[in-house]
């Protein structure tokens, strides 16, 4: 059964740091891309940030570069979204999804997360 498990979310002050890990069962990161995705209330889910089978990062959003960073550890088979500088607009449901890079934006999901929460207070 394939199952991926997000966790490392919480509430943190403007400014502060989470580090979020997606662990993976039933499947391998390194058969697989991945993308890490939020939703804001109100909002359409979108892509954060996409990973490559082979440990790339393929694309990080505007709005968290220089501020988010994927990682890989493969011998866990988990991915991590370390989030430094957060912002009160950071705040969403965060999902971690497994699946194939079709572009660097375009991932066909075989898996998803059920989602963190992460709340930035101003």
């Known amino acids: 059964q394939v199952q991926l498990t997000e966790s490392g979310g919480g509430l943190v002050q403007s400014g502060g740091s989470l580090r979020l890990s997606c662990v993976a069962s039933?499947?391998?990161?390194?058969?697989?891309?991945m993308g890490w995705y939020r939703q804001a209330p109100g909002k359409a889910r979108e892509l954060v940030a996409s990973?490559?089978?082979?440990?790339?990062?393929?694309f990080v959003q505007e709005s968290v570069k220089g501020r988010f960073t994927i990682s890989r550890d493969g011998a866990e088979n988990t991915v991590f979204l370390q989030m430094n500088s957060l912002k009160p607009e950071d705040t969403a449901v965060y999902y971690c999804?497994?699946?194939?890079?079709?572009?660097?934006?375009?991932?066909?999901?075989?898996?998803w997360g059920q989602g963190t929460q992460v709340t930035v207070s101003s």
């Open positions: 990973f490559t089978k082979g440990g790339d990062t393929n």
């Open positions: 039933g499947l391998s990161f390194s058969q697989h891309d």
């Open positions: 999804s497994a699946g194939r890079l079709y572009t660097s934006t375009n991932l066909v999901s075989v898996a």
